[in-house]
C-alpha cells in the first residue's frame, strides 16, 4: 500500500515505515502530524484518485528531526560589468517516519 502527498509545494510516493525529509512543518518536536492532502492511495487492489485531494483520506507521521539542509551556493554573474556575487542557503526541514495511511 502507497500514498501520494502533498506539503511544501511538493508531491512525496510514501509507505508506512518510510522515512522522509520535508520542508519544516509547524508541529511540535517529538510529536505526530497528519497529513490531509492526499493525491492518490493505491490499497493493491485498486487506486483512488483524488480531484484534486481525497477527502476523508490522511496520513499519520511521527516527527522524528528538525535541522537543516546542506549548504548549497547561489552564484550570480554578469559577463564583461566586473559584477560577481557568491552567496549561500541551507533550507529548513522536518524529517517524519509514516506510521498510518488511512482513507478509502
Known amino acids: 500500500m502507497f500514498a501520494v502527498i502533498e506539503t511544501g509545494s511538493k508531491q512525496y510516493k ?6 522522509i525529509k520535508v520542508e519544516k512543518l509547524t508541529a511540535e518536536k517529538s510529536g ?17 484518485l483524488g480531484a484534486p485531494y481525497i ?3 490522511k496520513v499519520g507521521a511521527k516527527i522524528l528531526a528538525e ?5 548549497i551556493t547561489v552564484f550570480k ?18 524529517q517524519v517516519e509514516i506510521t498510518k495511511i488511512s482513507g478509502s
Open 14 to 19: 510514501v509507505t508506512v515505515g518510510d522515512k
Open 32 to 48: 505526530t502530524f497528519i497529513f490531509d492532502k492526499v493525491l492518490l492511495i493505491n490499497d493493491g487492489k485498486g487506486i483512488v
Open 55 to 57: 477527502e476523508k483520506a
Open 67 to 71: 535541522g537543516r539542509a546542506k549548504k
Open 77 to 94: 554573474i554578469k559577463p564583461k560589468k566586473r559584477y560577481r556575487k557568491k552567496g549561500g542557503h541551507r533550507q529548513f526541514y522536518t
